[in-house]
């Protein structure tokens, strides 16, 4: 008897996929930790161009890591994933609102 996996129809990155994502990142993490430590920027353009490559590395990580495309069978996967992100970001932004309505309203008082 012979333990075998059978596949579902997923589609996994090739060595070279995964090199590329690999460097790409490891790119985009020293050029974060460079923009620090150069204290070329200002404060705020610092924390902007952080952001930046962040998202960037998100996008990175989402398509050579869990190869996440535009491809019918990643299509409910995309789904899923953008629902999370909106989730998140009402519930970041609704909290984000009641604390400063609440701080408001405790000093006019």
Known sequence: MADH?????????SVGSYLTGFVLA??????AFGIVMSHAMSPSGTVGAIALLAVIQIVVHLVYFLHMNG???QRWNVM????TVLS???LVAGTIFIMHDTSINMMSR
């Open 5 to 13: 996996v059978s596949s579902s129809g997923e589609s996994h990155g």
């Open 26 to 31: 490891v790119i985009l993490t020293v050029a």
């Open 71 to 73: 491809s019918s069978a």
């Open 80 to 83: 899923a994933f953008v629902f």
């Open 88 to 90: 998140v970001i009402v």
